[in-house]
């Protein structure tokens, strides 16, 4: 079972997933060995933190092991093919989470690769682990109520791939609702718009919201996204999330980012009763330890 885009979810296996996660996040001490023996290889192409390290802890509480990649050190630097890496690095664990800056390889990754594929971040592409834990904060929070919130995105909607891969999931709860404050010439494309109107019957011109006149109480969640510098070259019109703008949201409103957070959100809003970010963090242990064992227990 590869893990690709979060378009192959459906709910049975979001709900089953958020159950084994809730057990983890209750049994943490006590479930040991559920993975012992197994091996994740972290394939990493490109930097990354939380979703390489917070994998890692995952396979280390079930019992697993982990074998770190990083291109920079790696044969690729000989002129070693990216098949030939990844045939390599399959051979020698059980489960392989890649990210990579081209969006494409990930395909090339799978035809080469003999163990399963979890998708890290492909490029703009998407990155459904990350989705995945993302709409686990949101039931986290608001129990099983999550799936009539409102959330509103902030940020580089065009390039941001946890974006991407959660109006994936979203769109499987129609009474969701689904809004945009993104900055210039990184809005979501015509395709986006179009199908948010139809699932969650949206007025289509209401989708994106206009800075100067945001209806507050209209958002249950408000997920902030950093500027993609890596992949845009666009750098105007970066709203900056802080406390003036938070404290007019609801009271039970929660702010979300995938982080690393650049200039776009505030320090002061840490200490915001609102602040949400680094219990989603937290959130994507259990998501992935529940991945992980689904995946190498057969969903036992
Ligand atoms: C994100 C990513 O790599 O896509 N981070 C993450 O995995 N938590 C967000 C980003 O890089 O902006």
Redesign the pocket.
């Known amino acids: 079972m590869n893990i690709i885009s979060s378009l192959n979810f459906n709910k049975l296996f979001i709900h089953q997933l958020f159950e084994m996660a809730d057990n983890f996040k209750k049994n943490n001490n006590q479930i040991k060995n559920v993975l012992q023996g197994k091996i994740l290889i972290n394939a990493f192409f ?1 930097p ?4 390489s390290t917070s994998f890692e802890c995952a396979m280390y509480r079930l019992g697993g092991n982990v074998i770190s990649f990083r291109d920079i050190n790696s044969s690729t630097q000989k002129g070693e093919t990216f098949e030939d890496t990844i045939k390599t690095l399959s051979t020698f664990a059980d489960v392989m989470v890649l ?1 990579h800056p081209d969006k494409h390889k990930i395909q090339n990754a799978i035809t080469c690769s003999s163990i399963p594929i979890i998708n ?2 492909n490029g703009n592409g998407e ?1 459904p682990s ?1 989705a995945l834990l993302d709409l686990y904060s949101i039931y986290y929070k608001f129990g099983v109520n999550f799936k009539t919130k409102s959330i509103l995105f902030v940020g ?1 909607v065009k390039n ?3 974006i991407h891969s959660l109006l994936n999931l979203i769109h499987l709860y129609p009474q969701m609702k689904i809004y945009f404050l993104p900055y210039k010439n990184l809005e979501p494309s015509e395709d986006m718009i179009q199908k948010i109107s139809e699932f969650h019957k949206q007025d289509y011109s209401s989708i994106v919201q206009k800075w100067e006149n945001i209806n507050y109480s209209l958002f249950d969640v408000v997920y902030c ?2 500027l ?1 510098k890596e992949r845009t070259k666009e750098n105007n019109n970066i709203f900056i999330i802080d406390n003036r703008f938070v404290n007019k949201l609801k009271q039970d409103c929660i702010i979300m980012h ?3 957070r650049n200039e776009e959100l505030k320090t002061e809003i840490d200490d915001n009763p609102r602040c949400f970010y680094f219990i989603q ?1 937290e959130c ?1 242990i259990y998501i992935r330890m529940a991945l992980l064992n689904y995946i190498l227990n057969n969903g036992k």
């Open positions: 490109e990354s933190t939380r979703t990210r890290g971040g990155h990350q580089d941001s791939r946890t996204t950093r993609q995938p982080l690393p963090m994507g």
